[in-house]
T-cell receptor
Framework: DTEVTQTPKHLVMGMTNKKSLKCEQH?????MYWYKQKAKKPPELMFV???????INESVPSRFSPECPNSSLLNLHLHALQPEDSALYLC??????????????FGSGTRLTVV | DAKTTQPTSMDCAEGRAANLPCNHS???????VYWYRQIHSQGPQYIIH???NNETNEMASLIITEDRKSSTLILPHATLRDTAVYYC????????????FGGGTRVLVKP
């Protein structure tokens, strides 16, 4: 399995809702990432997990809460979002062994609309 | 990570080679040059990476200048499916390191 699977593909939520985005990989990658991408802009890094521990938080608002329950799963919990948080949310994973090429594998993303 | 500079957009004829330039004049000795592309509404896709030597795989070739201040990604026979945004990124190869995207080059392959 050489894929990163993200669910759901599309999500519409109200500003008072709580929802979660899910990301799963079975490539044995021990680094996982969340990116946010607005239309016609490059992806922006939000969080990095390394060996299931949060290693980088790019000053992301607390209404976004990441979770890495095990080495294959990465969640992004959403609460009290704003319409400007509408975007494509991408998950990625990569090897952590020095011998690997560190190519990041990305999922197809969850397109989130906040109404 | 070193900043990279790419043209905003370029067109390419189907079947011809596409040469995508990237400047990274402040790249450090331990930073690799990575190329990714993003086809519309999909996640970015890894293409190739290199440190000093030229590299080739089934998707593309990467030519890095001797001083490592610039590089060129070559798609040998562009197809319509190669229409995408191409990102050149300088990155230290380390566990959980940040892959930071710049503006990229929007490539349109025309029939």
């Amino acid at each position: 399995d050489t894929e990163v699977t993200q669910t759901p593909k599309h999500l519409v939520m109200g500003m008072t809702n709580k929802k979660s985005l899910k990301c799963e990989q079975h490539m044995g990658h021990r680094a996982m990432y969340w990116y946010k991408q607005k239309a016609k802009k490059p992806p922006e890094l939000m969080f990095v997990y390394s060996y299931e521990k949060l290693s980088i938080n790019e000053s992301v608002p607390s209404r976004f809460s990441p979770e890495c329950p095990n080495s294959s799963l990465l969640n992004l919990h959403l609460h009290a979002l704003q319409p400007e948080d509408s975007a494509l949310y991408l998950c990625a994973s990569s090897h952590t062994n020095l011998g690997e090429n560190y190519g990041y594998t990305f999922g197809s993303g969850t397109r989130l609309t906040v109404v | 990570d070193a900043k990279t500079t790419q043209p905003t957009s370029m067109d390419c004829a189907e079947g011809r080679a596409a040469n995508l330039p990237c400047n990274h004049s402040t790249i450090s000795g331990n930073e690799y040059v990575y190329w990714y592309r993003q086809i519309h509404s999909q996640g970015p896709q890894y293409i190739i990476h290199g440190l000093k030597n030229n590299e080739t795989n089934e998707m593309a070739s990467l030519i890095i200048t001797e001083d490592r201040k610039s590089s060129t990604l070559i798609l040998p026979h562009a197809t319509l499916r190669d229409t995408a945004v191409y990102y050149c990124i300088a990155l230290i190869k380390a566990a959980g390191n940040k892959l930071t995207f710049g503006g990229g080059t929007r490539v349109l392959v025309k029939p």
